[in-house]
T-cell receptor, first 115, second 115 residues
Framework: AQSVTQLGSHVSVSEGALVLLRCNYSSSVPPYLFWYVQYPNQGLQLLLKYTSAATLVKGINGFEAEFKKSETSFHLTKPSAHMSDAAEYFCAVSGVDSSASKIIFGSGTRLSIRP | DAGVIQSPRHEVTEMGQEVTLRCKPISGHDYLFWYRQTMMRGLELLIYFNNNVPIDDSGMPEDRFSAKMPNASFSTLKIQPSEPRDSAVYFC?????????????FGEGSWLTVV
């Protein structure tokens, strides 16, 4: 069964600083991986997804994530944080076989941006 | 497209009452998911449907919870009787298919408070 672990429930960075949100996955085969963002009082929306086409995935709002099989990681980064990036971020995984329809989410990381 | 539509957005009810949450998925999507989000347990998959058929309900917490999908454009999640520990945000989500194109689109959630 697939699972993801997000390291750090809360990350705080200064505006303009690098954003790094960590996610490690557990899967017997390379899975599909996702990052979702949740703004206050809203549902989740897709930032980016990895489907084995390329290890470096670019998403919306300047975010990107790199799939590293050797480290079983899929960390989310953004070179320069904006105030509008403050939100909850979820890493998620799904299988590539019959379980591909079931997406399992991590516990989330709340990102705060300091002026 | 209007996206996934959920109702009600907010509900406050007394313990023991029946609660019905409603969802209209995106037209043409074959998969429908019900998630529950709480501070303590994060985002949990309760149940999901494929072509109106329940595929996996292993996340449904107990018999007080039931979900139906009578047609491709409507689903309900019912709690009877409700308890204070059911207070959470309930998200409905839908996706077009599985695999590479498996992107889940979320509604804005139904905020349930049981007093």
């Amino acid at each position: 069964a697939q699972s993801v672990t997000q390291l750090g429930s809360h990350v705080s960075v200064s505006e303009g600083a690098l954003v790094l949100l960590r996610c490690n996955y557990s899967s017997s085969v390379p899975p599909y991986l996702f990052w979702y963002v949740q703004y206050p009082n809203q549902g989740l929306q897709l930032l980016l997804k990895y489907t084995s086409a390329a290890t470096l995935v670019k998403g919306i709002n300047g975010f990107e994530a790199e799939f590293k099989k050797s480290e079983t990681s899929f960390h989310l980064t953004k070179p320069s944080a904006h105030m509008s990036d403050a939100a909850e971020y979820f890493c998620a995984v799904s299988g590539v076989d019959s379980s591909a329809s079931k997406i399992i989410f991590g516990s989330g990381t709340r990102l705060s941006i300091r002026p | 497209d209007a996206g996934v539509i959920q109702s009600p957005r907010h509900e406050v009810t007394e313990m023991g009452q029946e609660v019905t949450l409603r969802c209209k998925p995106i037209s043409g999507h074959d998969y429908l998911f019900w998630y529950r989000q709480t501070m303590m347990r994060g985002l949990e998959l309760l149940i999901y449907f494929n072509n109106n058929v329940p595929i996996d309900d292993s996340g449904m917490p107990e018999d007080r919870f039931s979900a139906k999908m009578p047609n491709a454009s409507f689903s309900t999640l019912k709690i009877q009787p409700s308890e204070p520990r059911d207070s959470a945000v309930y998200f409905c989500a839908s996706s077009e298919t599985t695999g590479v194109r498996n992107t889940i689109y979320f509604g804005e959630g139904s905020w349930l408070t049981v007093v």
